[in-house]
């Protein structure tokens, strides 16, 4: 893990064309075994992780290239909020 975060800024936009391809393979075999009248071994499951993964792929984008607006938005979605308590006593110093 260590060793491939250094390789992020490559590794993570190379996703996209990688889903490009993953998705051009899936519709090629479904057309293929729709013309052979053929069912596709695990078509569901493939279905659902090709709908997940360019919204893993996004987020993950988000979240290397855009920090400080993805931090701001995980701070109000999970309610955690500055305490006035905290401004005051260093206002005070």
């Known amino acids: 893990m260590t060793v491939t975060m ?3 800024w490559i590794l993570i936009p190379a996703g996209a064309p990688g889903l490009g391809a993953a998705v051009a393979v899936y519709v090629h075999e479904r057309r293929r075994c729709a013309r052979l009248a ?3 071994a695990g078509r569901r499951l493939t279905l659902a992780l090709l709908i997940l993964a360019p919204i893993l792929l996004a ?3 988000a979240l290397d290239r855009l920090p400080e607006l993805t931090s701001g938005l995980i701070a109000r979605a999970s309610g955690d909020r500055p305490s006035g308590r905290a401004s ?3 206002s005070r110093a």
Do not use: N
């Open 6 to 8: 250094q390789y992020r």
């Open 38 to 40: 053929c069912r596709m």
């Open 59 to 61: 987020t993950s984008t």
């Open 88 to 90: 005051a006593t260093r």
